[in-house]
Nanobody, 120 residues
Framework: QVQLVESGGGLVQAGGSLRLSCVAS????????MGWYRQTPGKQRELVAT???????NYADSVKGRFTISRDNAKNTVYLQMNSLKPEDTAVYYC??????????????WGQGTQVTVSS
């Protein structure tokens, strides 16, 4: 089995900060790219930030300069540090990972999501 579990969501005031964590576990040979996506009701899931196995990052324009994605390969964990939060950041945040498994081959996996709510 392979699974991703997110944590760290919550309710914060505008201007506040949160750090999201996502841990991958199970039958894992290697983890390639990882990323964070978010979704609000009635909208498609959108990319927030990604990070490659080599550490290269990419951010949506809306979060550039405010969010930082990082990973700890030894812990199979990806983080999203969210600073200067705005009400527009309110969404369910999902962890995504490109994982190579001895049992299942290479595939993308999603976490269950964690709610982030930013009040004005």
């Amino acid at each position: 089995q392979v699974q991703l579990v997110e944590s760290g969501g919550g309710l914060v005031q505008a201007g506040g900060s949160l750090r999201l964590s996502c841990v991958a576990s199970g039958s894992i040979f290697s983890i390639n790219a990882m990323g964070w996506y978010r979704q609000t009701p009635g909208k498609q899931r959108e990319l927030v930030a990604t990070i490659t196995s080599g550490g290269s990052t990419n951010y949506a324009d809306s979060v550039k300069g405010r969010f930082t994605i990082s990973r700890d390969n030894a812990k199979n964990t990806v983080y999203l540090q969210m600073n200067s939060l705005k009400p527009e950041d309110t969404a369910v945040y999902y962890c995504n990972a490109d994982i190579s498994s001895p049992w299942y081959g290479r595939s993308e996996y999603w976490g269950q999501g964690t709610q982030v709510t930013v009040s004005s």
